[in-house]
Nanobody, 114 residues
Framework: QVQLVESGGGLVRPGGSLRLSCAASASVSSFTSMAWYRQALGKERELVARRTRGGFANYADSVKDRFTISANNAKTVSLQMNSLKPEDTAVYYC?????????WGQGTQVTVSS
């Protein structure tokens, strides 16, 4: 059973930065892709950034040029978030896809507020 544990969330002022980490119980290279999603209160969960095994990344339009997804080491994927806005406030989830199965972390809260 794959386990994903997110960390790094918190409260930050508009314009600030946060770095989220997703620690996996298996090697990142064992997954077809890993991604970050977010869900704001009262809204549907949405894709923020996705990184394939080969290193290709794609982003939601709302976060392009502000967020960066990367693999830090063999078992950790991070999401660097810069120039944060109040509308980035949400619970952020890590997802891993492998063999047709999807695995989710428990989520970490990000709040952007002055």
């Amino acid at each position: 059973q794959v386990q994903l544990v997110e960390s790094g969330g918190g409260l930050v002022r508009p314009g600030g930065s946060l770095r989220l980490s997703c620690a996996a119980s298996a090697s990142v290279s064992s997954f077809t892709s890993m991604a970050w999603y977010r869900q704001a209160l009262g809204k549907e969960r949405e894709l923020v950034a996705r990184r394939t095994r080969g290193g290709f990344a794609n982003y939601a339009d709302s976060v392009k040029d502000r967020f960066t997804i990367s693999a830090n080491n063999a078992k950790t994927v991070s999401l660097q978030m810069n120039s944060l806005k109040p509308e980035d406030t949400a619970v952020y989830y890590c997802k891993a896809d492998a063999g047709g199965l999807a695995y989710w972390g428990q989520g970490t809260q990000v709040t952007v507020s002055s």
